[in-house]
């Protein structure tokens, strides 16, 4: 996503730049001080005001409706003060016109400066009928093609970043949603009978006690029961299979739009379940803090330990060593594993082991 945004920048501000030049030259051919000292003004203005809309049209979070009148308010003010510049001999306002109609198509609230933009072709089309029509309409379709490509690559990229992003909410609700209709379906009826069975109890306490006891005791029994069984379902969750998780995990990642390598041996060990921990903290990082074309998942069973290998070429190394990694490098301690993390060469990498 920086990348990105870096490179739209730079094509914008190569078409910021053609703005000034004319405005520049203008200023330059004036004869008259105060004239070309009103010129510069003018079109130091513009400019400042005409980089903040570009600038706020490909960077989420800036207000961009404040640009936006802003470089309303230069358009305005750029009439009096370049308009008389260099009259005769440059087409000064000419190339504000260009630079208005350019800017126009990659603006969110463009009928905000429509209006100026018109005026402004106007003006300089009364000055010099010809000239001015071809600078205006001619330099702004240029410019206009040279702003919308980048700015519409731009807002491609942004929203497929947004839906990698949903995408990994989704299969964090999904599993969610499973695991709550797993104990939905584990304690929905074993619940349904210990309430009769207490309403039963309750009744039976005061006409026949011995009936009472031996109903409260069934209570007894069946909670201790679904206890025991929603302990095994919730130790099951959270003890995946490390091949298990190794498929979800390049679905997800897949479905993101990240190439995935993965090499994982057909028999897994036990102990390669604490690893599952492992690579959803690895997946997490790949689809929250990075920006990662590619991500390989590597498997490796050794006579005394199993080794995970997740890679990829996205994730920051500064952002991905938080909590979550801290928590994990204290679970592994727990069964005696290990876990380090790092970034080479633009290449994230995280390695965890457990004895098997």
Known sequence: MRRARVLTLVSLGVAWSTSLVGPGIGVLLEPRPDRAVAGLVGAVLFGVAHAGA??????????????DAALVAASVLSVPLLAPVAAGRWDTWAWVGAAL???LPVLVRWWWVAAPAVVAVAVAVAAEPLRALVIAAAVGAALATMHVLPVWLWRLVVQAQRGREARARLAVVEERLRFARDVHDLLGHRLTVIALKAELAAR???VDGDRAAAEADEVRALTASALSELREAVHGYRAVELGDQVAAVEHVLTSSGVRCAVSVPPDLPPAARELSWALREAGTNVLRHSRARWCTIDVVVAPDEVRLTVANDGASGARGHGSGLDGLAERLARVGG??????????FTLVASVRS
């Not at 570009?54 to 640009?67: D, E, F, K, S």
């Not at 876990?339 to 290449?347: L, M």
Request: charged share 20%; proline share 3%; net charge neutral.
């Open 204 to 206: 039976l306490a005061a």
């Open 101 to 103: 109609v350019g800017t």
């Open 338 to 347: 290990t876990v380090r993390a790092g970034e080479e060469d633009g290449v």
């Open 54 to 67: 570009l600038y706020a049209a490909v960077t989420p979070g800036v207000a961009r409706a404040r640009w």
